[in-house]
């Protein structure tokens, strides 16, 4: 019987449970490969202390030297231990894709995004560089149109727009930005689904990726509304606080810039901690296959106490993005403003800047998707043992 976690993978792709946990490893290190039987009947079960018995038991107030020392926990496959399911570590892979299947460093969040884009470049690329594109010329086609109005609507129509402030120069970047609101969240799924599948040494296909992940748009979309309305609401509360603050301390010059300096601190705070409790959200929703309401108090959860952890690696996560972004974009900005001066128009000049953009939002997209869906699985191999039910998933041979 297939479950909502493996539906759609094929007869030869054996799909890993995101969505079930994995069983926590004996006090040897050593995990049964999948469909082993279990030890026999009064033998220490699986994930209890042995007392002095089996393999490699650890006797209380007995030291093992030569064992694991401490603080080198054994993940997964141990270090010489037999195993009672047929020999060390039962064969289980240690890196079987883009990351070893352990509790990652830094080094390898920023090594497995990019060994992402390397091992699969026409999903991660070039999927994020077909929906940016969209976005982007539909921005354009959009704004560009409003100049017609006159023709349209007539004039009266077009000066109503100018005197609101919708101008055509003003325009682009709203709708721009609408469009992208709706495409990130699309490109952000589809690039974790793509990447736990590469973490497993598998390349899947754009019709792949998109069976798997077209029923969860329209939450991914809706969880991004209520992210975006969360903060929004946060700074609300955050600017009436400050408000408030100076109304009670007076109404001087002094009072007022000092509530907004401690209401500009208090917000950043506030929304840092706010966007990382839902950072783990989306993943869930990919992944696992829950509802929305369902994949918010699991997301959430998630990040309890992995907040520092999470933060610091989104932290240099944004840094490389905001370098990488700049670097790619300044050079079209700059030709785009030469070549308005020379030739006395702005479609030109406009066109490679919309390039530049799509090239750069096609890069930092990718990469962005990849450090996210590498932080969930991360998060899950420190609390669920998800490494174990990963390692199993790519030693399961295919059928045929």
Same mark, same amino acid.
């Given at each position: ?13 054996? &799909? ?6 994995? +069983? ?23 994930? $209890? ?14 030291? $093992? ?7 080198? +926990? ?33 080094? #390898? ?36 149109? /409003? ?8 004039? #009266? ?20 930005? /609408?469009?992208?609101?709706? &495409?990130?969240? &699309? ?9 736990? !599948? &590469? ?7 754009? !019709? #792949? ?6 029923? $969860? ?8 509304? /209520? ?62 296959? /829950? ?54 128009? $702005? ?32 998060? @899950?191999? @420190?609390? #669920? ?10 030693? @399961?041979?295919?059928?045929?």
């Amino acid at each position: 019987m297939s479950t909502p976690e493996n539906e759609g993978w094929g007869p030869t792709t054996p &799909a890993p449970r995101y969505g079930h946990y994995a +069983p926590v490893p004996p006090p040897d290190g050593t995990v049964p490969p999948p469909g082993a039987p279990q030890p026999p009947a009064g033998q220490p079960a699986y994930g $209890q202390p042995t007392y002095g018995q089996g393999y490699g038991g650890t006797q209380y107030g007995q030291p $093992q030297y030569g064992g694991a020392q401490y603080g080198q +926990p054994q993940y997964g496959a141990p270090q010489g231990a037999p195993s009672p399911w047929g020999g060390p570590g039962a064969g289980l892979p240690t890196k079987p894709g883009i990351i070893p299947l352990r509790p990652l460093r830094l080094g #390898e969040f920023l090594d497995g995004a990019f060994g992402a884009l390397r091992a699969n470049p026409r999903v991660m690329l070039g999927l994020t560089a077909v929906i940016t594109s969209i976005a982007a010329v539909l921005a354009v086609v959009i704004s560009g149109a /409003l100049p017609m109005t006159d023709w349209l609507l007539g004039t #009266e129509a077009e000066e109503v727009l100018l005197a609101t402030g919708s101008a055509t120069v003003d325009l682009g970047p709203t709708v721009g930005a /609408l469009l992208l609101s709706v &495409a990130l969240p &699309a490109v952000s799924g589809l690039l974790i689904f793509a990447v736990s !599948r &590469a973490v497993l040494g598998e390349k899947v296909s754009v !019709r #792949e990726v998109w069976d798997q992940v077209k029923n $969860q748009l329209l939450r991914l979309i809706a969880l991004a509304v /209520l992210v975006s309305a969360g903060v929004t609401a946060l700074i609300v509360l955050v600017v009436a606080a400050a408000v408030g603050l100076a109304i009670a301390l007076g109404t001087s010059l002094a009072d007022v810039l000092g509530a907004i300096i401690v209401a500009s601190g208090v917000g950043i705070v506030v929304v840092v901690w706010f966007s990382v409790r839902t950072l783990l959200i989306a993943p869930v929703l990919v992944l696992e296959r /829950l509802t929305l309401g369902k994949a918010i108090v699991r997301g959430w959860r998630l990040t309890r106490g992995a907040f520092w952890r999470i933060l610091g690696v989104y932290v240099v996560m944004q840094i490389i993005v905001q370098i990488v972004a700049s670097i790619l974009v300044t050079p079209f900005a700059f030709i785009g403003g030469i070549v308005g001066v020379a030739m006395e128009t $702005q479609v030109l000049a406009s066109v490679l800047v919309m390039v530049g953009f799509v090239i750069s939002y096609t890069i930092t997209a990718a990469f962005s998707g990849s450090v996210l869906a590498l932080i969930y699985i991360d998060v @899950r191999m @420190r609390r #669920e043992g998800l490494d174990v039910e990963l390692a199993a998933a790519a030693a @399961r041979p295919s059928a045929g």
